[in-house]
C-alpha cells in the first residue's frame, strides 16, 4: 500500500490548536491528547569477550580488491561504449578454461550458447544488455556487464572502467540474482534467500584508493512477501571472483 502522509495544511491547523489549549480535542481524532507513555532508556552496546585476541587477517578471501585488465580487448579511441560486451565475455572464457570449456566444466554450456551471439532475432546468448554509467566519478561512462552461467540459475556481473587506455575489471560476483540495481557510485545486487520472506542485499561501491568495487554492505532484508521464494543465493566468500 502507498505510504500516504499527513497535509501539511491539517499538520499547522492541529500545531495551532494543541498551542491554544492541550485540552482541545486533536484535529481528526474524537478524543483528546494522549501520551505516547514513557520513552525507553537507551541502552548501549555491550561489549563481548573483551579478552578474546584480534584477529590480524581476514579468515575468507572474497576478492574485493581482484581487478585485472582484460587480455585481448581493446578499446576504440578510449571509449568504453565501443568496446563489444560479446568479446569481453569470450575473453572471460578463455581466460578461464576450467569453469567454460570440457563436458565437466561448471559453466559448459555459457561457453557453447556464445555461437549463439550476433545471430538476428537468436535468444541464445547468454550475455544481458549492457548498462553505462559513471560509477568512478571520473565523469566517464563506465560498463556493468551481466551474463548467464549456464547450466543452472547464476548470473556473473562485471564492471569495467578505461584506465589507460585498457579495458580493467573492477568487479565479479556471481550469484542467483532477483535483480541489480545501479545507484551513484554502487552497483546493488538482490538475491533470493533459504529462508521464506527475506532476500540478501549486497553493495558495491567504488573505492578510489583501491580503484575497484567494494563489497561495502552485506544485509539480509525481510521482503514484501509477494515474492516466490528462490533458490539460496551463495555466500560471498563462495560466489566471488
Known amino acids: 500500500m502507498p505510504l500516504r502522509l499527513p497535509s501539511p495544511v491539517r499538520v499547522l491547523a492541529c500545531a495551532a490548536v494543541a498551542l491554544v489549549s492541550v485540552t482541545a480535542t486533536a484535529c481528526g481524532d474524537a478524543g483528546g491528547l494522549r ?14 569477550w573483551p579478552d578474546l585476541p584480534p584477529a590480524s587477517s ?26 563489444d560486451p560479446v568479446a569481453v565475455v569470450r575473453a572471460e572464457i578463455t581466460a578461464n578454461p576450467d569453469d567454460y570449456a570440457g ?10 550458447r556464445m555461437d549463439d551471439c550476433g545471430a538476428a532475432g537468436s535468444r541464445g546468448c547468454p550475455v544481458l544488455r549492457p548498462y553505462y554509467r559513471d560509477l568512478t566519478g571520473d565523469g566517464r561512462d563506465d560498463l ?21 587506455h585498457r579495458l580493467q575489471q573492477v568487479m565479479a560476483y556471481d550469484d542467483a540474482l532477483s535483480g541489480v540495481e545501479i545507484a551513484g557510485r554502487s552497483v546493488i545486487l538482490r538475491a533470493p534467500s533459504e529462508v521464506t520472506g527475506y532476500e540478501y542485499r549486497l553493495q558495491w561501491t567504488w573505492d578510489r584508493d583501491q580503484r575497484a568495487m567494494l563489497l561495502t554492505h552485506d544485509e539480509m532484508l525481510r521482503t514484501s512477501g509477494r515474492e516466490k521464494p528462490g533458490r539460496p543465493s551463495a555466500t560471498p566468500s563462495a560466489s566471488a571472483r
Do not use: M, Q
Not at 35 to 48: D, E, F
Not at 58 to 83: C, L, M, N, S
Not at 103 to 112: G, N, V
Open 58 to 83: 581476514p579468515a575468507y578471501e572474497i576478492g574485493e580488491v581482484d581487478t585485472h585488465v582484460v587480455k585481448g580487448v581493446g578499446v576504440p579511441g578510449g571509449d568504453i561504449r565501443a568496446v
Open 35 to 48: 501520551s505516547a507513555g514513557p520513552t525507553p532508556t537507551a541502552v548501549g552496546p555491550a561489549r563481548l
Open 144 to 164: 556493468t556487464l551481466g551474463f548467464r552461467l549456464l547450466p543452472g540459475e547464476l548470473t556473473g556481473v562485471r564492471v569495467y572502467t578505461v584506465h589507460r
Open 103 to 112: 563436458s565437466r566444466a561448471r559453466y559448459r554450456d555459457t561457453a557453447r
